[in-house]
Nanobody, 130 residues
Framework: QVTLVESGGGLVQAGDSLRLSCVASLASGRIFSNYAMGWFRQAPGKERELVGAIARSGGSTYYGNSVKGRFTISRDMAKNTVYLQMNSLKTEDTAVYYC????????????????????WGQGTQVTVSS
């Protein structure tokens, strides 16, 4: 069982940067490194899409094409936290950003599909103005 809480969203201007954080609260006996982690986003009128994913090992990552080169996903095993560093933000990045956890993925696999994830946070709003 995992509870995910996102933070760090807000209102920024195009070209600015933001760092989102997602803290995973684990049930007794659960280990953070047993979960691949991901960030997804959903804009009004659009489907939920992958932003970035990171494997259980922390060494393998995968990014959606629209954010590749601008966003970076990382995880801190000691803090049970996954981050999304967002640079060069565009108005098209405006969305609710969700953190997700996938239990028992292959250790070097960064899941790219929302259906692969078992747990989801409530989301944090990111709004980018021009």
């Amino acid at each position: 069982q995992v509870t995910l809480v996102e933070s760090g969203g807000g209102l920024v201007q195009a070209g600015d940067s933001l760092r989102l954080s997602c803290v995973a609260s684990l049930a007794s006996g659960r280990i953070f490194s047993n979960y691949a982690m991901g960030w997804f986003r959903q804009a009004p009128g659009k489907e939920r899409e992958l932003v970035g994913a990171i494997a259980r090992s922390g060494g393998s990552t995968y990014y959606g094409n629209s954010v590749k080169g601008r966003f970076t996903i990382s995880r801190d095993m000691a803090k049970n936290t996954v981050y999304l560093q967002m640079n060069s933000l565009k108005t098209e990045d405006t969305a609710v950003y969700y953190c997700a956890a996938d239990f028992a993925s292959y250790i070097y696999y960064a899941p790219s599909l929302s259906a692969e994830y078992d747990y989801w946070g409530q989301g944090t709003q990111v709004t980018v103005s021009s």
